[in-house]
């Protein structure tokens, strides 16, 4: 059973930083385009970044300049970098590995206060 498991979200007051974690196992990292994804409340879940095995990334427009994602392959996770936040970022993170399905994390929650 493959799993996902999060790490990093919290409370932060608008202009700090976060940086969450995801862990997958090794064939699943290994082969995945992975992501990011959020969902605000009362809200559809969007893209925040994805980033495919050979490093090529995706941000969405909302976060570009403010957030970095990179993998680390040695370890298997995948580290997102979030900069500048503001309250509009608050948000239940997930992450997620995109092979031939998709597998998604339980989601961490990020805060963000004004």
């Known amino acids: 059973q493959v799993q996902l498991v999060e790490s990093g979200g919290g409370l932060v007051q608008a202009g700090g930083s976060l940086r969450l974690s995801c862990a997958a196992s090794d064939f699943i990292f290994s082969i995945s385009v992975m992501g990011w994804y959020r969902q605000a409340p009362g809200k559809q879940r969007e893209l925040v970044a994805t980033?495919?095995?050979?490093?090529?990334?995706v941000y969405a427009d909302s976060v570009k300049g403010r957030f970095t994602i990179s993998r680390d392959s040695a370890k298997g996770t995948v580290l997102p970098q979030m900069n500048s936040l503001k309250p509009e970022d608050t948000a239940v993170y997930y992450c997620?590995?995109?092979?031939?399905?998709?597998?998604w994390g339980r989601g961490t929650l990020v805060t963000v206060s004004s």
């Open positions: 980033i495919t095995p050979a490093g090529t990334i």
């Open positions: 997620n590995a995109h092979t031939w399905t998709d597998y």
